[in-house]
């Protein structure tokens, strides 16, 4: 035969009862094909002879001459991307490494903390929640925002009534001294006032016959929390009991704390003044560490307080009744919703006569890591560099004093700057300095709305009168 294979005639039978798919030329199963027939980028492939059924390929490589060939350009292009880049460790500044050796470091420094792994603190269940307890609902921040409060009712809180004794600011605190004032630990321990009190009892009984209204009764301590949950890292609850439209918000009852001196139950971190709940360094690791600086926090506020209110005495009604002052503030939040708080009052400062007096609100930051911060380097010349640091850091602190001195109506804060004496000394303090601060400049430092503050609360008031009357608890974790 002429021809070498099967033979032409013969024609494979088609399958029977089997399915059958044609050939289709860009069927992917097709594997490689070579064409020995073309140039591939200058090389000519070339087949040699067959010869005892082995073939050898063979590939030229044109030689390119001029440097304005395309070609040639096309083949550097491609060695090029051939090539493995080469992979730096370390940043390469010739300027810092070779001229500045000081300023390289200082460029390291800057951009250092972008690299770093910061320590948080690890907080504890603050309720011991049991298998008896009713799981009724979980709210999320960003769902506050949803509820909005209508424009045309005034939000200002109006007095009710004023009781206790008051003492006034001595202004000679605000004038920079060449030698470091002492601050006295006057107070020792920590006490906390109950929302349920004679005067609110009595409050209660005379705004509860308002049956279409639905009535708020709270403290300051827990109606400023609420108010600044947007900012809020720290752990902390309350107890709700709600009969009928009547709603009160009271503190949770603790044991104390083992390790702090002088220690009273205190409620979550809502009591006592947090430290750093802002900041992006480093905290405590252990919550006990943590809850020590609140609390050394908290008794410098009381002492500075204590220490530079000490002038002339104003009396109110109750005054032998009651310790310090307090002013019971009604604030109305639509036409069916209002709020009675008990709001604690610091100091004033008398311009002239009694009638002239100005309610003041008297707050402290304080500085536990001297080595870290060194406040007393800065004191004197960025004092106001050095406040809006700290209001950074505590932004959810400053929140809530700021809206204690605005439902109070106090227009004027005095923030003062204590720091320790020694470093390793918790006891021992001193006051730097005193900055004065107006509520309207503290509102625009921090871009504070008012309205967007009591949608929080009354979106919270309006879930809470959906539930069942009896007692409550809301635990922000």
Not at 35 to 41: A, E, K, L, Q, T
Not at 122 to 137: C, G, L
Not at 335 to 344: A, D, F, H, S, Y
Request: aromatic share 8%; with cysteine.
């Amino acid at each position: 035969a002429d021809y070498w294979g099967p033979d032409k005639d013969f024609k494979l039978p088609r399958p029977k009862n089997l399915p059958f798919l044609p050939f289709n030329k860009l069927d992917p199963k097709i594997g490689r094909v070579c064409d020995v027939g073309i140039s591939i980028r200058g090389g000519v492939i070339q087949a040699a002879k067959e010869e005892e059924d082995e073939f050898l390929m063979v590939e030229n490589k044109t030689v390119f001459k001029g440097k304005s060939s395309q070609a040639a350009a096309r083949a550097k292009a491609i060695q090029r991307k051939r090539v493995r880049p080469v992979i730096q460790t370390q940043p390469q500044n010739t300027y810092y490494q070779n001229w500045n050796p000081k300023a390289a470091k200082q460029h390291q420094a800057r951009f250092a903390h972008q690299q770093r792994t910061f320590l948080r603190t690890k907080f504890k269940d603050q309720m011991n929640i049991t298998a008896s307890w009713e799981y009724i609902n979980e709210l999320q921040k960003q769902n506050f925002e949803k509820v909005l409060l209508a424009t045309n009712i005034d939000r200002t809180a109006k007095t009710i009534d004023t009781v206790g004794k008051l003492k006034a600011y001595e202004v000679a605190y605000d004038r920079p001294s060449k030698l470091e004032r002492q601050l006295n630990n006057t107070i020792t321990s920590l006490s906390y006032n109950l929302t349920i009190e004679d005067k609110m009892l009595e409050l209660i009984e005379e705004y509860s016959k308002e049956k279409n209204v639905v009535q708020v009764y709270t403290s300051d301590s827990i109606l400023t929390a609420l108010m600044a949950l947007k900012t809020s890292n720290y752990p902390w609850d309350f107890t709700i009991i709600k009969l009928g439209n009547q709603l009160i918000f009271e503190r949770t009852e603790k044991e104390a704390v083992a390790g702090l001196s002088g220690s009273a139950p205190v409620q979550s971190y809502i009591d006592i003044l947090s430290v750093l709940e802002n900041t992006s360094g480093n905290m405590p690791e252990d919550e006990k560490d943590t809850l020590k600086l609140c609390h050394e926090a908290t008794l410098i506020n009381k002492n500075f307080v204590a220490q530079t209110a000490r002038g002339v005495e104003k009396s109110f009604n109750r005054a032998d009744q009651t310790k310090g002052a307090h002013t019971y503030r009604l604030l109305k939040l639509d036409e069916n919703t209002q709020i009675l708080v008990r709001v604690e009052l610091d100091s004033f400062v008398r311009r002239g006569d009694e009638a002239n007096d100005d309610l003041v609100l008297v707050k402290a930051f304080n500085e536990f890591d001297i080595s870290a911060t060194d406040w007393r380097k800065k004191v004197d010349t960025n004092k106001g560099q050095l406040l809006i640091g700290e209001v950074r850091n505590n932004l959810c602190k400053f929140t809530r004093w700021l809206s204690q001195a605005i439902i109070a109506g106090v227009e004027t804060l005095k923030i003062g700057l204590v720091s320790r004496v020694n470093q390793k000394d918790a006891s021992r303090h001193a006051i730097l300095g005193v900055e004065t601060m107006s509520v309207a400049a503290a509102k625009s430092m921090i871009g504070f709305k008012l309205n967007d503050c009591l949608s929080i609360v009354k979106a919270l008031i309006d879930e809470i009168a959906k539930q069942q009357d009896g007692k409550l608890s809301l635990i922000h974790i």
